[in-house]
């Protein structure tokens, strides 16, 4: 008999869960998300002239037309 009673209070529950919506902070969430800070620097490039099986470390497995 108990049932209507706590399936209400879960109802209740989920609901305010759902329509909850808090104040946002838009300044910490600028700072979190690192607004306005250098990026970092990018990285080297590959070697240049190593050659398509040289980077490829299956090309000795690919059938023979295929490299």
């Known amino acids: 008999m108990g049932r209507g ?3 209400a209070k879960q109802t209740k ?3 305010e869960l759902k329509y909850y919506s ?3 902070d838009y300044s910490a969430l600028q700072k979190e998300l690192g ?3 250098t990026r970092p620097e990018p990285l080297p ?3 240049s002239d ?3 099986d040289e980077q490829d ?3 000795d497995w690919a059938p023979d037309g295929r490299h």
């Open 13 to 15: 529950v989920a609901r």
């Open 35 to 37: 607004h306005g800070e």
């Open 45 to 47: 490039a590959d070697d």
């Open 50 to 52: 190593a050659g398509p």
């Open 57 to 59: 470390e299956y090309a």
């Open 5 to 7: 009673r706590q399936k």
């Open 22 to 24: 808090p104040n946002t």
